[in-house]
């Protein structure tokens, strides 16, 4: 097997049927599958892969298990030399996963590899290549330097403002919405990290992967247009805000805790709460 097509599906259905449609057309390679984990959704999305897409791996979960777990799921069924990780509000484009296998082939090195992502109107959708987000970055990112200052490397280490979006470049982290990965990485250093509910654990992945000497490279000849927050988590939006900021709080733990005194750790943990308490306040307002 070629390729396996990765898809954690949550009340998506109306995207994930473009998504579907899609990918045919983002490789010449025919020996593919598809495989969609469904995190209990009620909007019919199991009834309409199994009358539309027979042939598809569709693998149900009887509650919402979240997304790395089910993603998981996905990854240990496949049988692909090469994983697509796709999210099911995400479009390909024609030869869009060629491109990117096509640049893994050609450097044995390089173990993940992104595309160019793009917002439903066509803006560049930043979070699809990344620095490592220690917490100059992070606090960068949340605070609005990185936009401020879009040239000074030492606002814009998160989300690489000072790169073109256009140029090839090796970087420290790719988007889940669509990432694609050699089945050699697995072996080195096992499946997404369970402990994240959801968010962050693409970032985590790419991490260790480069941990282990592998290199992460975004590629803008390939291109993927991806809606955002279509279903999935954002499905229960209280929930995806308290996910999205607890996935930053374990991923920093994780990885950087042990570099700072415990005075900033827990600075930075309560900044977090405070950002968390705002969000969710707002977001009821809102509402």
Request: aromatic share 14%.
């Amino acid at each position: 097997m070629d390729i396996s097509f990765c898809i954690v599906n949550l009340n998506a259905k109306n995207y994930l049927r473009d998504c579907l449609i899609s990918i045919p057309s983002s490789t010449n390679s025919t020996n593919y599958e598809i495989i969609v984990v469904d995190n209990n959704s009620n909007d019919g999305s199991v009834q309409f892969i199994l009358e539309k897409y027979p042939n598809i791996i569709l693998i149900v979960n009887q509650r919402n298990e979240g997304y790395t777990k089910a993603m998981n799921f996905a990854l240990k069924k496949s049988r692909g030399r090469y994983k697509v990780i796709l999210n099911p509000d995400a479009e390909l484009t024609t030869d869009s996963i060629d491109v990117l296998i096509g640049h893994l082939e050609l450097d044995k090195d390089i173990g993940i590899i992104g595309p160019k992502v793009i917002n439903g109107d066509g803006s560049f959708q930043k979070s699809c290549r990344r620095g490592i987000a220690r917490p100059i970055s992070v606090f960068s990112y949340f605070f609005g330097l990185s936009e401020r200052y879009p040239s000074n490397q030492r606002f814009t280490g998160y989300h690489l403002n000072h790169l073109d979006e256009n140029e090839i470049n090796e970087v420290s982290g790719v988007s889940g919405s669509c990432m694609v990965f050699r089945d050699v990485i697995i072996n080195d250093i096992g499946y997404f990290d369970e402990r994240y509910f959801a968010y962050q654990e693409d970032s985590d992945y790419c991490l260790m992967a480069m941990n282990k000497g592998w290199k992460v490279y975004y590629n803008p000849n390939s291109i993927v247009k991806h809606h955002g927050g279509r279903g999935g988590a954002n499905s229960v939006r209280s929930k995806a805000i308290f996910e999205w900021h607890r996935s930053y709080v374990k991923y920093y733990f994780k990885h950087f805790s042990k570099d700072y005194s415990f005075m900033f750790n827990l600075f930075y943990f309560m900044v977090m709460i405070g950002k968390l308490i705002f969000t969710e306040t707002r977001s009821v307002i809102k509402s």
